[in-house]
């Protein structure tokens, strides 16, 4: 009896044992499967966003020895009406974020309610999003500029051709409007996606009581949507903040003067034309501060959404 026992303690141990190796081994295994991404998000991430720390806080020209100056290239911004200038220019769009939004999401109820011809809309719609905004900003370099298509149309009707690249009252106008036909098609897709999950029930009770397409798209179908609202807004921000430098560098190169400059866009004219890395590198720690609010917010409002 006694060594029977014995034995089924010794049998457990050795199970004991082999689960132990197993989950060792299993661990090793997960922690080398790991190690690349790892050593690329620190090479590729994590050292220069030090480095760009530190450049920030010198007086680089990548010419000459760089002298620490502390926070002196901040408290330049702080007076740059460039910097002003880009600002002002991103907070216009921001303020543009209810037509960003609404209007795919309006075309997108319109094609999930049936309106014929939906499938094919949704093809149309969506294939500005494979285009590269380099791609798009020569179509539209072609399209706006003084002698281009748009300006020949309104020829046609007898209206004065508008130089929409060129004036100030109308640049900023131009690329908004350029690169909303550019990001239209995926915030269409996201909401046709969070359409989908809407109780068909819900709407069939609004149809019963009467209700019209407006009432149920107004009370019914936005509030319930409201996540999704939330989530293309903080994506279509950082869409402005980080996704238009090829639009603006091929439509508008920044101007007329600074009505079409925007952080990366400037960024990028500190550091490759004005030969200023430790100011650039100052304007980019902003912008990515300016970034990380927006990512901590968007994981805020997708946790709530989780739990509700």
Not at 68 to 92: S, W
Not at 272 to 285: D, H, K, V
Request: glycine fraction near 10%; charged fraction near 10%.
């Amino acid at each position: 009896m006694t060594k029977a026992i014995g034995i089924q303690i010794m049998a457990k141990d050795q199970t004991a044992t082999r689960h132990r190796h197993r989950l060792g081994a299993e661990r090793r295994f997960a922690y080398f499967c790991i190690l690349p991404p790892i050593i690329l998000v620190l090479v590729f991430r994590i050292v220069p966003l030090i480095w760009g720390f530190f450049l920030s806080l010198t007086d680089s020209t990548g010419f000459n020895d760089a002298s620490f100056i502390g926070l002196e290239n901040y408290r330049e911004m702080a007076v740059d009406p460039n910097v002003h200038a880009a600002a002002r220019n991103t907070g216009i769009l921001i303020l543009s974020l209810p037509v960003w939004i609404m209007l795919p999401m309006l075309f997108a109820t319109l094609i999930h309610v049936g309106v014929p011809g939906g499938k094919l809309y949704r093809s149309v719609y969506f294939f500005p999003a494979v285009l590269s905004s380099v791609i798009v900003g020569s179509i539209f370099n072609i399209v706006l500029r003084y002698d281009g298509g748009l300006n020949a149309l309104l020829g046609i009707f007898g209206i004065e051709g508008v130089d929409w690249l060129g004036s100030g009252s109308t640049a900023l106008l131009s690329l908004f409007s350029v690169q909303l036909w550019a990001t239209f098609g995926m915030s269409l897709l996201i909401f046709l996606a969070g359409l989908s999950t809407l109780s068909s029930e819900m709407l069939e009770a609004a149809r019963l009581d009467g209700a019209k397409l407006w009432q149920t798209w107004v009370y019914v179908i936005i509030p319930a949507m409201m996540p999704i609202i939330e989530f293309v807004a903080v994506v279509t921000t950082i869409g402005v903040l980080t996704n238009m430098f090829g639009l603006i560098y091929v439509l508008t190169a920044g101007g007329p003067g600074t009505a079409t400059t925007l952080p990366e866009f400037l960024i990028w004219l500190e550091q490759g034309q004005m030969n200023r890395p430790g100011y650039a590198a100052s304007l980019s720690m902003v912008l990515f501060a300016l970034m990380g609010g927006i990512a901590y917010l968007q994981i805020r409002i997708m946790n709530r959404n989780a739990n509700v």
